[in-house]
């Protein structure tokens, strides 16, 4: 993965996943962030166990300005669906009944990644 597309992306994701837990009982509240490699592409998930996304607005969780806290600006997601849209990759979001939101950066590897 680009390590240019890590700090402001990754750290947006575990914020949000942070503050969906609020009002979660502090023995329940874990994070996961999880990395796999399908074929030619690697994938980062960070989820929480947090309530969810409101199935209504999974489809604008991305857009500039919407936001479901109090002080939000509704910016973060959007930011980083940006720069990992820059990077050639794709960026998800989705429930897992029961355990909270997910959400999944999908990048193309290059054959020629240098690691460092």
Do not use: Y
Not at 10 to 31: E, G, H, K, Y
Not at 49 to 60: M, S, Y
């Amino acid at each position: 993965m680009s390590r240019h597309c890590k700090p402001r992306t990754w750290d947006q994701l575990v914020v949000n996943a942070i503050d969906a837990m609020a009002d979660t009982p502090s023995d329940d509240r874990a994070i996961s962030i999880r990395t796999s490699r399908v074929e030619n592409f690697a994938e980062l998930a960070i989820s929480d166990r947090g309530l969810g996304i409101p199935e209504d607005k999974l489809k604008e969780v991305f857009e500039p300005f919407v936001t479901s806290k109090s002080k939000g600006m509704g910016v973060g997601l959007s930011i980083a669906r940006t720069i990992v849209e820059a990077h050639d990759g794709q960026i998800f979001a989705n429930n897992e009944p029961g355990r909270g939101a997910v959400f999944r950066i999908k990048l193309t590897i290059s054959r020629h990644a240098s690691v460092g």
